[in-house]
């Protein structure tokens, strides 16, 4: 027989290592705050709309693959896979916008009439984002990050150099191009790791390769349909997963966790794998002596922005929006200071509508379109109702501007979504939507702890430690906290 083992959380990370562990033979139990599984990735039904909460953006598809293989699964057991074709649209103002082409020689011929000689640089740039990403993401994300011995590895070393991991991504970006068109186009996906261009390692370029080489796609059905897969696997895996069960508490004897306590009843472990937010489980579940880290240290810890989503029906198709369409058409640069520097609420966010809509009948009514409004936010801002409206009315005004088309007349359904919901749904520390920023001081061996440095059986998974925020992240987290217990209890058995 396995260990007993218990896991605090559905997300990604918490479904990945419920399977994986089941997978080497564990006896393996999730509890689920909620009343619904996925975590951030969870989704709602409203008036006939199919919305997913949180994650839209289908990148790194191998990554889901070798996970379903290890299963003996594929992705298409689950749901059909369609790359989007244009990839996404950027809006700079009314009838200024760029549809990034899902094909490589189109997005070269692109860049060409945006800046002359663009072609060739991106052909460079790109090169070297492969590198990055063949080694970031096959090989460092899968290192628990305990020990700076992990990285010794002497090709690994010599990665690190041409990871660029000491120079910033916009300087990278700088360093090849001039418009500043194509630089805002380059620093998006930057955007979904958490800090600003100029303080995120230039080994990140690795997510424009994972962006114009492998494509952007979308499960039909929603993004939900991945955390649908994900159960489907842990049940056959014999994964028991229970919904509306709030661990209350982490107990402990014998300096190891002995029990988790779920509605007064105490449920014992062998060992205990915590994927809801790092901080939540230290702060408020586990006796103060055996936490890793401090009020302070957390404090002092940099946060990915939270965010202000709007869920909106409109009875209407909307033409001039693509499956996913950035608008830009404001400052940049003073958007991103009002989140990082000076924390404070926009004056002129830039955002991101989703319209699954476009590609997926399933997602609303006939003749509707199924729109999520995305504005990045600074963390722990007071996201009264007033504010909630006053945002949803700057973001409708500025669709109706840009695209020229009526929305607000058609809305027949929205719902917010912002700090208060973080903190409530999930416990999410400080409001927080992505977990921590990807920053050079924030790591590998410098992101929170996989382990527990006092208790032995207690481990930790998710976007809050290795490798980091994001979907494949937090799936390859669960995978290597699984590993890690494998390794440390599996000859036991
Ligand atoms: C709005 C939004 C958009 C995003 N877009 C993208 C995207 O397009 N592409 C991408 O790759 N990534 C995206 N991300 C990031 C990605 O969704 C997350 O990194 C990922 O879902 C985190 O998964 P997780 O398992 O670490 O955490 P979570 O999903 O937060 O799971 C933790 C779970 O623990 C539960 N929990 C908390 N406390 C307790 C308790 N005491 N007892 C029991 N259960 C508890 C919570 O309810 C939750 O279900 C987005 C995130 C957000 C919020």
């Known amino acids: 027989m396995g260990k007993k083992i218990s896991i605090i959380g559905s997300g990604f990370a918490g479904l990945a290592a419920a399977a994986s562990c089941a997978k080497n033979g564990h006896d393996v139990t999730v509890y689920e705050k909620n009343h619904h599984i ?179 796609w979308y499960p039909q059905g929603g993004m939900y349909k991945i955390i649908e897969a994900m159960e489907s696997i842990c049940l056959e895996q014999g994964v028991r997963i229970e919904t509306d069960t709030n661990v209350k508490q982490i107990l402990t004897k014998n300096k190891l966790v002995s029990a988790i306590s779920i509605n007064q009843k105490e449920i014992e472990s062998d060992i205990l794998i915590a994927s809801a937010d790092y901080h939540h489980v230290e702060q408020h579940l586990l006796e103060e002596k055996y936490r890793n880290y401090t009020e302070k240290y957390w404090d002092s810890r940099q946060l990915s922005p939270s965010c202000m989503i709007f869920y909106v029906g409109v009875k209407k198709r909307l033409a001039n929006l693509l499956h996913h369409t950035l608008f830009f058409d404001t400052d940049f640069d003073k958007h991103l200071t009002e989140i990082y520097d000076t924390k404070v609420w926009p004056s002129n966010p830039l955002f991101y509508v989703c319209a699954p809509s476009k590609t997926d009948d399933s997602v609303a009514p006939e003749g509707c379109e199924n729109l999520f409004l995305l504005i990045p936010v600074a963390v722990d801002l007071d996201d009264k109702e007033e504010t909630r409206q006053h945002y949803f009315d700057l973001l409708l005004d500025r669709i109706e501007h840009i695209t020229g088309e009526n929305v607000k007349e058609h809305v027949v359904y929205h719902r917010s979504f912002a700090h208060h919901d973080y903190k409530t749904d999930y416990n999410g520390y400080k409001g927080n939507a992505f977990g921590l920023a990807n920053t050079l001081n924030q790591t590998a061996i410098l992101k929170p702890s996989l382990r527990n440095k006092h208790l032995k059986n207690l481990f930790f998974a998710g976007q809050l430690t290795t490798p980091g925020p994001g979907v494949p992240p937090s799936l390859i987290s669960g995978q290597v906290v699984a590993a890690q217990i494998e390794k440390e209890f599996g000859h036991k058995r």
């Open 38 to 216: 996925g975590g951030r990735a969870r989704q709602f039904k409203a008036e006939g709309f199919v919305f997913d909460m949180g994650p839209s953006w289908y990148w790194m598809p191998e990554v889901f693959e070798d996970f379903y293989n290890q299963f003996g699964h594929t992705a298409s057991d689950f749901y059909q896979l369609d790359r989007l074709s244009p990839s996404y649209r950027v809006y700079f103002g009314k009838d200024d916008f760029v549809d990034i082409p899902s094909s490589l020689d189109e997005i070269y011929q692109l860049v060409e009439t945006i800046e002359k000689g663009a072609a060739v640089q991106l052909r460079k740039f790109l090169k070297e984002a492969e590198y990055k990403y063949n080694v970031g993401m096959k090989e460092f994300v899968f290192k628990p990050g305990l020990s700076v011995l992990e990285f010794m590895d002497i090709r690994l070393m010599m990665s690190a150099f041409r990871l660029n991991m000491f120079q910033s991504i916009s300087a990278h970006i700088r360093q090849h191009f001039k418009n500043p068109k194509l630089i805002q186009i380059l620093e998006f996906p930057v955007l979904f790791l958490g800090a600003k261009p100029s303080e995120t390692p230039a080994m990140y370029s690795l997510m424009n390769y994972a962006d114009w080489n492998l494509g952007t």
